[in-house]
């Protein structure tokens, strides 16, 4: 994990395998620091948990909602870009392809509440979303969440094997209420 070159990040938790960095003018604050030598197993779910329950995309999609309140679960074969504007809701996207963000004053929370996952993407999260509040996870177990996030608040946890943000990332992260700190039900 590293942060480079004008980025602001709060965290509530940091735990963290293999080596953490930061250069550059990172302003950089966090509650609880803890580097693990071991994963920590999770409970698996398959990826048919989610194909089964949210509406099928068998193709790449892309959302253009302005001011949409989401009640739903999007499961798509492709990519998934979101170039949404004041959405709010509940709303949970899951990609076999990459998942692009660019979401403007997004104000969004799990619509899988009892895993918790808001965004999960085989091949990769970017995002450049400004303004965004997410209640959840961010999961990209064996790829990399990138990019940045402007003036932005996650109450969850991002989840990949690598995160890069980019130079201007202003993002304040804190564990979500109602969620355990070290256990959510994961597709891995």
Known sequence: MSFTYNTTVHLDRLTYIGSFTQSGNVTFTYNQKSQVTQTVPLPSYPLSFYKSKCTNYTSSITL???????????????????????????????????????????????????????????KG?????????????????????????????LNGALYSKTVNFNSGTSLKAYQAAGFPATTYNLPL
Do not use: H, R
């Open 64 to 122: 253009w909602n302005t001011g949409t309140t989401f009640n739903k679960c999007i499961y798509a074969t492709g990519n998934v870009t979101l170039n949404t504007t004041a959405t709010k809701g509940k709303l949970t996207v899951i990609s076999e392809g990459y998942i692009y963000d660019n979401s403007t004053g997004a104000n969004l929370q799990a619509w899988d509440t009892s895993n918790g996952v808001l965004f999960y993407s085989a």
């Open 125 to 153: 999260y970017t995002a450049k979303a400004n303004g965004a509040t997410y209640t959840g996870v961010i999961y990209a177990p064996t790829t990399l969440i990138n990019g940045g996030l402007s003036n932005s608040t």
